[in-house]
């Protein structure tokens, strides 16, 4: 049976401080939590949240990373740099990279393969616009973008990859899939793995639902078949919000 993997997105927000004071909150509420939770936090908080989580049952993740390990590539951060301070995780792909930094489906397979190569376990983002979803396109759109993701990745690396799915018309509106649509579209993506890696390991892989997740509503999304957790974005700066979210049972 898949684990339940929960893992907070804080995008540009919180201050050094702020995270400290928010884990010390945090750590206490989540403490007797069977799911794996996950803290993807801003660089320049990472190492003050990677020694405030020592003895926790939190890991820790990023939100970004570059393809190169080292280079003329000013203000970005490698993979290898992100590992030799524990980082675990990191996210790739997300729809704001997509959309506001021009990242495309070939930029984010080459993330995924430098992130797999220092040993770090990808969170990948998928999801479609409203015009795609209201032109019928969600599915084949979705498809294309795990298509190009997982080119040349290898199957034994799939035990260390979560897919998120994340409707871009969802996140930060308020807005969220119906737990039956989201499970359907999870059980498409699911079938495409299953199209490229088999059965047994598309059964295993983390897939979490993103976009306007909250405590109102998660329950009913993680109790769905094909959902493993979530890719929570606001919701997550709210330490007693959050950890109603991370208690899942």
């Known amino acids: 049976m898949r684990k339940k993997v929960i893992a907070g997105n804080w995008k540009m927000n919180m ?63 490698s993979g290898n740099m992100l590992k030799s301070i524990g980082v675990e995780y990191v996210i790739i792909g997300h729809s704001e990279r997509r959309a506001y930094f021009a990242e495309t489906d070939e930029i984010v397979n080459k993330k995924i393969k430098a992130a797999l190569k220092c040993k770090l376990k990808p969170i990948i983002c998928v999801g479609e616009t409203l015009e795609q979803r209201e032109q019928g396109k969600a599915i084949e759109i979705i498809k294309l973008q795990i298509q190009e993701a997982f ?61 306007s997740v909250k405590s109102s509503n998660s329950q009913e999304l993680f109790s769905m078949s094909d959902i493993d957790g979530g890719l929570v974005g606001g919701a997550s700066l709210d330490a007693e919000e959050f950890s109603k979210i991370a208690n899942y049972k």
Request: proline share 2%; hydrophobic share 40%; glycine share 8%.
């Open 15 to 77: 201050l050094p401080n702020e995270t400290i004071n928010f884990i010390d909150k945090f750590s206490k509420l989540v403490k007797d939590s069977e799911n794996e939770i996950i803290l993807c936090v801003p660089f320049v908080d990472l190492f003050y949240a990677l020694l405030h989580v020592q003895g926790t049952n939190i890991k820790i993740g990023a939100q970004n990373m570059y393809w190169e390990e080292k280079g003329a590539f000013t203000g970005e951060i």
């Open 151 to 211: 080119k040349d990745i290898d199957k034994n690396d799939m035990e260390n990859i979560i897919i998120a799915y994340e409707p871009i018309w969802a996140i930060g509106t308020g807005k969220t899939a119906t737990s039956e649509d989201a499970n359907n579209t999870i059980k498409a993506i699911r079938e495409e793995i299953s199209k490229i890696y088999g059965q047994d390991v598309a059964k295993r892989v983390i897939m979490q639902y993103g976009g």
